[in-house]
């Protein structure tokens, strides 16, 4: 396989030979470990095996600057699974010790899935589960451990290659091995495998992973406005770039891998069998799929019907038979008419060509008391997306883990629901899981490019899927774009996302080659599930946000990505022409629901009476008005009001606390009568005020006289003394008295 990769691509293979280096077979107590090396964009990404976890299937550890990640693969050869869906998991875990923190937890452990964990572990399936052998059934984990973390270099990147390399020496069976590059984009140059603080100045940050045949197998970033012809040159440099991994561990495999295993042979329908499913049940499919006016709970209930009736008939004449294999045999009948009908006619199930997009309607200020909310309907894809806006406190925190010193806090964020009634279904209510976290991650690197910087509030997008036909996370991303100029945030352009799909038709002599295919835009449920692809893209007339590749074969060559990427521009373009026709530009004229931010600011002498005992005041205030005081900087504080009347009725308490709390203002240079209040070692205790807090005058400024104790003075509590003022300190605030000024002869002015 190597060889042929080198005889077909002699660039690629020099560059290989000068790229990496082998470390042979040191010994290392007692176990034998060997290191390949690849420099990949001029920082070398070093394989290690044979040194930790030995009795797994294969184990691989894979270091980037000072982050270092171990993947393992594990197969059990006793459980083996009768779903056609391949038996895989993944999970990759973040350790606190591994960037040297303590986990801020009760019992100080790492507890549940962290969002970046969730996203990762999506991240490595994607990347590695369209290349297992059609057939395999044994269940298989991969898990990816983060031992080390420089905070320089994300370990995502490392987690592919490593579940790459572990998976190639292991004697499981797999296609691969892959390679997993990130490429940047600063200034119009392409940076292959940028750093975490050159991410911060790039206009794009997608990860590809390719195969050794120079096809795509996964991608997922997002972009700032990117064009298709860069975004394109991009993928183009990350596929010549992940040759090298591949060849690294093509190099290990052949030295140190494990024969592989056989993949077993399923229990697989005959063809003698699937001959019989065609001649009952092809026709009524075919017949099912040309009815456009079936919807998709309609069209399924045709096809199960058909389902049942075909399984019954079959029973008879393969009476030894097992069920599921007679159902394999009608769902390949089912499966081949619905891929051939669109190949051959070019007509969809629901009667578009292979450009056409859904129906599609948009409203926005659906309900009035929320500060920004849109329906967006497709076809029977329906989202309800609404806009919160909160203050500065409410903002996401970094994790504690991958937080580097001058990152800020999230102050936009995306949370997307599907709910168990958007596919008509009986499930729990509220339950987030990776599917969830994904799909608004993906919706919110859409819309992030468009959020502006300094934005004063913080922006909670949620996003409710009520009806699901497919492509509900692109239908988040329009839905979402609605709803942010409905709530009146300055976004700068609108945003939509669209789900491209492919349906192809291999080469019937190699089986690799792939002969015919069918690009489809805005796919339904059903294209997605009887499909080869998800391609699912967002972006504005300035160009691409966000990009997530899935497919189901092993990759595609670049051709293809090109023709989905360019079919997907044309179809937002329209979608974004219908979504103008609703709200074109951010809402200028504010609602009444829209909350109020303003500065308060309070003289430092006051800031205590102010405050209160504990922060009661501030705490009291918000119990009432629901306004949030956040003190900023001494005497400044930022006011939060849900609404405006939230706001005056804020006011209101705020200049009651005020006036109750008031007192006289002092003149500089002015002589006042105190009174004593405490008598100390090294000075007195006094005030000029009943409502005022007592000032502090130390021993040096009662007297010219040098004295060990006021009381050498006959100073007492409660007794009125006079003093001069001399304004206040202006860090503190707190008031300047002095007694012993005046013992000068001085012309004086007495309150």
């Known amino acids: 396989m190597a060889s042929c990769l080198v005889a077909k691509f002699p660039a690629v293979r020099n560059k290989v030979l000068k790229s990496y280096n082998v470390f042979r077979r040191r010994k290392w107590n007692n176990a034998s470990l060997d290191m390949i090396q690849v420099d990949i964009g001029g920082e070398p990404i070093r394989f290690s095996i044979g040194k930790i976890a030995k009795i797994t299937d294969g184990c691989c550890v894979a270091k980037l600057g000072e982050t270092s990640v171990m993947a393992t693969a594990v197969c059990d050869p006793r459980k083996s699974s009768p779903s056609s869906f391949v038996p895989l998991t993944v999970d990759f875990r973040q350790k606190a010790a591994a960037a040297g923190r303590i986990p801020m937890t009760r019992k100080r452990r790492e507890f549940g899935e962290t969002d970046k964990e969730i996203l990762t572990s999506r991240v490595i399936d994607r990347s590695i589960r369209p290349l297992f052998p059609k057939g395999f059934s044994l269940e298989t984990q991969i898990s990816c451990n983060l031992l080390a973390l420089d905070c320089i270099n994300d370990p995502d990147i490392l987690s592919i290659n490593a579940a790459s390399a572990a998976l190639s020496l292991s004697d499981i069976p797999w296609n691969g091995p892959v390679g997993a590059v990130r490429v940047g984009l600063i200034n119009d140059k392409i940076i292959i495998n940028p750093t975490r603080q050159d991410l911060a100045k790039s206009s794009l940050n997608l990860i590809i992973t390719a195969t050794q045949e120079n096809n795509v197998v996964m991608l997922e970033g997002s972009a700032n406005h990117v064009l ?45 069998m699937i001959e019989s499913a065609t001649l009952l049940c092809e026709a009524k499919f075919s017949d099912i799929f040309r009815d456009f006016t079936l919807d998709k709970m309609r069209r399924g209930m045709a096809v199960d019907a058909v389902i049942q009736e075909t399984l019954e008939k079959l029973k008879e004449s393969y009476t030894d038979c097992d069920s599921s294999i007679l159902y394999q045999a009608i769902n390949s009948v089912y499966k081949n008419t619905f891929r051939n009908l669109v190949l051959e006619t070019g007509i969809r199930c629901d009667g578009r060509t292979m450009t056409d997009l859904r129906p599609i309607s948009c409203e926005v200020d659906t309900f009035k008391p929320l500060h920004g909310s849109a329906l967006f309907e497709r076809g029977q894809t329906q989202v309800l997306c609404s806009v919160t806006l909160d203050s500065e406190e409410a903002a996401l925190r970094n994790d504690p883990v991958y937080e580097i010193p001058g990152d800020e806090d999230k102050n936009f964020f995306l949370h997307y629901e599907f709910p168990p009634y958007a596919t008509n279904e009986i499930g729990r209510v509220g339950k987030f899981g990776r599917r969830e976290i994904g799909h608004g991650a993906l919706a919110e690197k859409s819309l992030k490019p468009v959020i502006p910087v300094g934005f004063p509030f913080t922006i909670r997008l949620t996003s409710e899927v009520l009806a699901s036909n497919g492509s509900s996370s692109m239908a988040t991303v329009c839905g979402g774009s609605l709803a942010l100029m409905d709530a009146g945030v300055p976004i700068s352009v609108p945003v939509a996302g669209v789900a491209i799909g492919l349906i192809t038709a291999y080469n019937t002599e190699d089986n690799t080659s792939i002969e015919k295919y069918a690009i489809l835009a805005d796919i339904l449920g059903l294209e997605d599930y009887l499909g080869d692809m998800d391609f699912k893209v967002s972006g504005s007339e300035e160009g691409i946000t966000a990009v997530q590749l899935d497919v189901k074969i092993p990759g595609l060559p670049l051709n293809i990505i090109d023709e989905s990427l360019s079919l997907a521009a044309d179809s937002w373009s329209k979608i974004l022409n219908i979504m103008n026709q609703a709200i074109s530009k951010p809402r200028e004229e504010k609602k009444k629901s829209w909350p109020v931010i303003e500065t308060l600011e309070v003289p430092l002498h006051k800031l205590g009476q102010f405050i209160g005992s504990g922060g009661m005041n501030l705490k009291k205030i918000h119990s009432r008005t629901g306004v949030q005081l956040t003190h900023k900087e001494e005497g400044l504080f930022s006011v939060f009001a849900p609404n405006s009347q939230a706001m005056q009725e804020a006011k209101e308490i705020v200049d009651k606390l005020l006036l109750d709390k008031m007192v006289p203002e002092f003149e500089y240079g002015a002589i006042y009568s105190a009174k004593i209040v405490e008598v100390k070692d090294s000075g007195v205790m006094v005030t000029l005020h009943p409502n005022m807090k007592p000032t502090f005058i130390k021993n040096s400024m009662l007297d010219h006289k040098k004295i060990k104790h006021s009381s050498a003075l006959g100073l007492e509590v409660d007794q009125e003394i006079l003093v001069k003022y001399f304004g206040r300190d202006p860090v503190d605030g707190k008031m300047r008295l002095s007694r012993s000024a005046l013992k000068t002869p001085l012309a004086l002015k007495i309150s």
Do not use: H, T, W, Y
Request: aromatic share 4%.
């Open 228 to 272: 298709i012809k860069q975004f394109m040159e991009a993928i183009k440099a990350g596929v010549s770039e992940a040759q090298l991994i591949i060849k690294g561990i093509l190099n290990l495999q052949q030295q140190f891998g494990k024969c592989k295993r056989p993949v077993g042979k399923p229990s697989l329908a005959s063809s003698d």
